[in-house]
Every structure is written in structure tokens, then in C-alpha cells.
């Protein structure tokens, strides 16, 4: 599957509001949650509704509704949290696990600390959150501890993709769908994304 990329006026009035060095944390972070949204709009597009019965203030219809049951966020910890709100807005029931991970700045590898999911998360559908898509390094361990549990549908959400951590991510997991807002140019010397907006997690809590 190839990266989904959205393309929108809006999105790119938002990220370049997010990108500037001069935003500050409170407007990060709304933008993050806003974008998250419309990211989780996207990748419900495929999303299977159930036929209910219900009634109008003008006649009984069948209409279509999702059940919410089948989803799960998993959030890569820490800045996979700030996408979490936009997200939850989208598909309020969903249950939500977490994944925590950080990169060892010598081996740029990541380093896994944390793993709690709901306990039927083989029966659902799972949706990672992680702002940015640089090595793909965190990506394939979290669908590897995903897939390890029994889940069999994954998509992945970021806010920002490096074309480095896209291509690692489908040539090892080719059946797991990417969303994005925007796909950078490359990664530097020290694997940060290019243009990118700097370290995610500590723009959204103010942490430098």
C-alpha cells in the first residue's frame, strides 16, 4: 500500500503554523489535535458500518453506524499522546493502548520501555499514532509487538513522513496503511525529518 498523503488547502495553512519555529506549545499541541482529526477522517474512509433501525422526529429508516467496539488507538509514547485527543473526538469509544518507546541518540535506534493494550486487541482494528515517521524504526517495532499479540488490521498516523521511513514500513509490513499530513524531503545526519518541525513530543509539551 502506498502512503496516503492529504493533500488540502487547510492542511498546509496548519502545518506551516506548526512548523514555524516562533508556535508556541498551547497552539501546538491544538494543531496537532486538529489535524489528527482530519487524519482519522481519512482513514475511516474504508470503515464498515452496521445496518440499525432508528427514528426520526419524521419516520423510522435503516441507516448505517459504525461500531466503535471494533477500534483501538495505540499511541507510541510520548508524543503519539498529543494525537490521541483529535483522534478520540473522531471515534469517542474506541479503547486505547500504549506503546513506549524513546531513541537512543548513539544508535538512533528505538528503545522499547512500555507496552499495555486492551485485551482483545487481536479482535480489532488498531490505529498507531506517532506525529512523525522518520527511520521507521518505531513504526515496525510497534506493528511488530502489534501483529506479535494477534491483531491482523493496522494502520499507521503521523503528522509529518520521511520518504526513508515510509519505504521501511511497506517493504516490511506492506499491508499496513500510512496516513499522512505531509511527506518531507529526507532525513538528516542526525535522523531528524527535513524540513520537518523539530522534536514532536517536546514542542507538544514544552519540554525544551
Known amino acids: 500500500m502506498k502512503a496516503i498523503e492529504l493533500n488540502h488547502p487547510l492542511i498546509e495553512h496548519k502545518l506551516a503554523i506548526l512548523r514555524d519555529k516562533n508556535t508556541g506549545t498551547k497552539e501546538f499541541r491544538e494543531l496537532i489535535k486538529e489535524i489528527g482529526m482530519f487524519l482519522c477522517y481519512e482513514a475511516m474512509k474504508d470503515a464498515e458500518l452496521e445496518e440499525v433501525e432508528i427514528e426520526t422526529p419524521i419516520k423510522k429508516m435503516k441507516t448505517g453506524k459504525l461500531n466503535e467496539d471494533k477500534y483501538a488507538f495505540v499511541p507510541i509514547l510520548r508524543a503519539g499522546m ?6 478520540t473526538s473522531v471515534i469517542p469509544n474506541a479503547k486505547i ?9 548513539e544508535t538512533f535506534e528505538p528503545v522499547n520501555y512500555f ?10 482494528e488498531v490505529i498507531i499514532l506517532d506525529p512523525m515517521l522518520a527511520t521507521g524504526g518505531s513504526a515496525l517495532d510497534a506493528i511488530d509487538l502489534l501483529k506479535s499479540k494477534g491483531v491482523k488490521k493496522i494502520k499507521f498516523i503521523c503528522i509529518i513522513a ?24 529526507y532525513l538528516n545526519e542526525n535522523k531528524y525529518i527535513v524540513p520537518g518541525l523539530g522534536d514532536a513530543g517536546d514542542r507538544i509539551f514544552g519540554t525544551k
Open 162 to 185: 520521511a520518504p526513508e521511513g515510509i519505504v521501511k514500513v511497506e517493504e516490511k509490513h506492506p499491508d499496513v496503511q500510512i496516513y499522512c499530513a505531509h511527506i518531507d524531503e
Open 115 to 124: 507496552f499495555k493494550v486492551p485485551k482483545d486487541i487481536e479482535e480489532r
Open 82 to 87: 498529543g494525537l490521541l485527543e483529535g483522534v
Open 97 to 105: 493502548g500504549h506503546i513506549g518507546m524513546y531513541r537512543n541518540e
